[in-house]
């Protein structure tokens, strides 16, 4: 069943009843949508969520709630309400993880809505006259509002300009996200938005572990704490194992678990998205019983969305046959839930950059890392020693420290171009002064970590899960120094070394991964003529939010379009039939 909830804030009791009357009408397709707290100023209703009441009517929190490797013991949580209240917060989110989004309520009629960090149940808001809507979903939103969610086409073209981010705006007007790790307070008509839990706050130097095997022990222990707690939260479980580093630490984690689990490998019909022989070795090695699924480009719908009822087009199209797969795989093995190595490069530090070298120049403990580990980047990058030498000394003395997220303008109009700013308004992309540039580049990498966690639907069925992106896990790697990330050429050292032992050496030392971009342009060939004629005269261009010139120009000539091409023109039809799942 899918994860939900939906409720208003307000003094007004006229516009709580009216809410109510919606949640009746409601019934009829979700009856098990139930009211699970209600006071003077907030009505809230949920289903499908695990729950814990705080005492004496203080509040509620809502979701998947752990501590350490396990769920909190009965009343564990109450117990500590009062220390939770004296913080506003600050103590839930420090002692606790998971998915959740919690209930406060001081007195004096104050809500106070705080999400996880790195959480995947959202939480949106929808301001209106008669009151503040928070909802897990914008379709459901859009059941209790007076007018239907309309495409907002500047937040469109800013989130198809930088990609692999999330901020708080959506493509919606009117509908924000609240950021997990954020506090929004609501009382009489007025609101209040504060910052519980930041990424920086693990990356000053002075918190950093700087011997690599306490590293590397601290990142195995945590890493299976994280997935064991994820398991043990939903049952049996099914993993996507792709053969490649990070899905295969989930399966090590997995294997040392009281849990049952199996395993699907996802191939395509060309070699590059082949991982058989990898995952069939990692299967073997941890006794894991493997099945495999071919991804058929005929199986894909051009006119669905797998993003439809989210409030931006997050989600690749071709993710549409993976999940069914994957769903199909489930159901035949029993899994309760999905999980997959998501998040893997941004937590364990996957740069190709010279940031971790001028990390290297600009502090006492990296020196003695400082050729060894432009040597690593040189050979991930496949460029000189010498040039990664140069690229270094040049962000350490030259360039500001903030990480500069690249910008997407290839395709859109001149008009729609013209309005993006140079940076996403993200707050974890501002370093602090005397960051480290590696540092910086890590918390970016965080930040895209975050969108992609934050971009899993709580109404997909089963649920997929990222243990990778767990808050403690992404805490712990934060506090180790980007030069202890590379050795050997690798990248992700520090948490190869890690599973070293608990893993075959041909994927603790892989250097390559496998792809999917065969299917992408499978699908893109099957599809050419709806994508033409989807993008040149669609939504989007019709809010004037595309450069017809320049695609007409790809789209209408006799050869395929290069790999930056084809990537770009599959996002775009992504976020054309996102558009149309919401245009009545």
């Not at 939900?4 to 019934?27: N, V």
């Not at 203080?58 to 009062?82: F, T, Y």
């Amino acid at each position: 069943m899918p994860r939900a909830f939906i409720g208003i804030t307000t003094p007004d009791a006229a516009a709580r009843e009216g809410f109510r009357e919606k949640l009746r009408r409601s019934h009829r397709t979700r009856p098990e949508l139930r009211i699970v707290l209600q006071t003077d100023t907030l009505l809230l209703a949920a289903e499908a969520l695990g729950r814990v009441d705080l005492p004496d009517g203080k509040g509620m929190v809502l979701g998947r709630i752990a501590r350490g490797d396990r769920r909190p013991a009965d009343g564990e949580l109450a117990d500590n309400a009062r220390m939770i209240f004296y913080t506003r917060g600050q103590e839930l989110v420090e002692r606790w993880w998971g998915a959740y989004v919690a209930f406060l309520l001081p007195d004096g009629g104050r809500v106070e809505i705080i999400r996880a960090p790195l959480g995947d149940l959202p939480c949106y808001v929808l301001r209106e006259a008669a009151g503040t809507l928070i909802s897990s979903s914008p379709r459901l939103l859009a059941q209790f509002t007076t007018t239907a969610p309309q495409i907002d086409p500047a937040a469109l073209a800013r989130y198809l300009a930088f990609g692999t981010i999330h901020t708080r705006e959506t493509c919606l007007a009117g509908i924000e996200e609240l950021p997990g790790g954020d506090r929004l307070t609501i009382s009489a008509g007025h609101e209040d938005r504060s910052t519980l839990w930041s990424p920086w706050s693990f990356a000053p130097a002075d918190r950093a572990i700087l011997d690599p095997e306490e590293a590397a022990n601290r990142v195995r222990a945590v890493t299976q704490a994280c997935v064991a707690a994820c398991a043990k939260l939903d049952g049996a479980m099914l993993l996507k194992l792709s053969g490649g580093l990070d899905s295969s630490i989930v399966a090590a984690c997995l294997s040392r678990s009281s849990v049952a689990a199996s395993a699907l490998t996802l191939v395509t019909d060309d070699a590059s998205g082949d991982e058989r022989i990898h995952a069939q070795a990692i299967a073997d090695h941890l006794r894991m019983r493997l099945a495999h699924a071919r991804r058929d480009p005929e199986a894909f719908d051009p006119a669905r969305s797998p993003a439809a009822g989210l409030p931006r087009p997050c989600i690749p199209g071709f993710r549409q046959v993976s999940d069914r797969l994957a769903a199909a795989a489930a159901a035949a093995t029993g899994a309760t839930a999905v999980l997959d190595g998501g998040g893997g490069d941004n937590v364990f530090c996957s740069l190709q950059s010279a940031a971790p070298v001028a990390d290297c120049l600009l502090t006492r403990s990296g020196r003695p890392m400082l050729m060894r580990t432009a040597t690593s980047l040189a050979a991930i990058a496949n460029v000189s020693t010498l040039a990664v030498l140069r690229g270094a000394a040049a962000r350490a003395f030259g360039k500001p420290r903030n990480h500069r997220w690249p910008v997407d303008l290839k395709m859109l109009s001149a008009e729609a171009a013209a309005e993006i700013p140079l940076r996403p308004d993200h707050p974890w992309l501002v370093a602090p002064r005397g960051t480290l540039p590696g540092r910086a580049a890590h918390v970016a990498l965080i930040a895209a970590g975050q969108s992609y966690v934050e971009a899993l639907d709580p109404g997909q069925e089963p649920a997929l899960i990222a243990p990778l992106l767990a808050q403690p896990l992404v805490e712990l790697c934060l506090r180790i120094p980007s030069w202890l990330w590379f050795e050997q050429g690798l990248n992700r050292f520090a948490a190869r070394r890690a599973f070293g032992s608990e893993l075959p050496q041909s994927i603790v030392q892989r250097r390559s991964k496998g792809s999917p971009d065969c299917f992408v342009a499978q699908i893109l060939e099957r599809n050419w003529t709806v994508v033409r004629e989807s993008l040149l005269g669609g939504a989007l261009a019709e809010r004037n939010l595309l450069d017809r010139a320049a695609l007409g120009a790809i789209l209408g000539r006799g050869r395929p379009p290069t790999d930056g091409e084809l990537h770009r023109i599959m996002r775009l039809f992504d976020a054309e039939v996102w558009a149309r799942s919401w245009v009545p």
